[in-house]
C-alpha cells in the first residue's frame, strides 16, 4: 500500500476525540460530585451525636481544613499530571508538603493525646473503603479519558485525595477523637490507600497511557 492510501485509510478508520478539559474544571466537577456521595455515605452509615458540638472544637476544625486540603491539593495535581504536557516540580512538592504539614499535625496531636491508645477501629476502616469507592471510581474514570505518562504518580495522588477525603467524612461519623486512633484507624489507612492507588494507577490507567 503507497503512503497516500495508507493515510486516507487511517484517516477513513479515526474516530474524533473529545478533549478532556482543563484539569481544574474537571477537578471542581469531580469534587462536586464526590462531596456528594460523601455526604450521602455519612448519612447512610449515621452521622455522630454531637456533630454540632465537635465541630466548633478548633482541633477538629484544623484536622478537617488539613484532610480537606489533602484531598484538594493530591485530586487536582491528579488531573493535572494527567496532561501529558503538564510536568512542573511544584506538581510534586505541593503535594508533599501538604503531607509532610498534616504529619506534623499529627505529631502534635501525639504529643498532647492524653492516653496511648488506639481502641477499636475496624468500623472507621469499612467507613473509609466505603466513602472511597464510589468517589474513587469516578476520579479514576475521568482520569482514564487522559493519557497519564506517569500513571503510578497519578494513582497515587489520585487514592490519597480520594481516601483524605473519605477520611474527613468518617470523622463525622466516628465519636473517638483520641489523637491515636486518629493515626491508627483514620490517617494510617490514607496512606495504605495511597500505596495501593499507585498498583491501581498502573492497572487502570497505563491501557490509556501506551496510546499517549
Known sequence: MKTGELIRELARQGVPVRPCGRPLIRFCQWAVAASLFIAIGVVVLGLRVDVATVSQSPEFVWQSLFMLGVAAVCATSAFTLSVPDKRSLWLTIVPLATLVAWSVLIAGMLFSASYVQAGPGLKCL??????????????????????????????????????????????????????????VWHYVPVLALGGFGTWLGGLILRRTATFA
Not at 139 to 145: A, D, G, V
Not at 155 to 171: D, H, I, S
Open 126 to 183: 469499612r467507613n473509609i473503603l466505603a466513602l472511597s469507592f464510589a468517589p474513587g471510581a469516578l476520579l479514576y474514570f475521568m482520569l482514564r479519558r487522559a493519557a497519564a505518562l506517569n500513571v503510578g504518580a497519578v494513582g497515587l495522588l489520585a487514592a490519597l485525595g480520594v481516601a483524605a477525603l473519605a477520611c474527613l467524612g468518617t470523622r463525622f461519623i466516628c465519636h473517638d477523637d483520641n489523637p491515636v486512633h486518629l493515626l
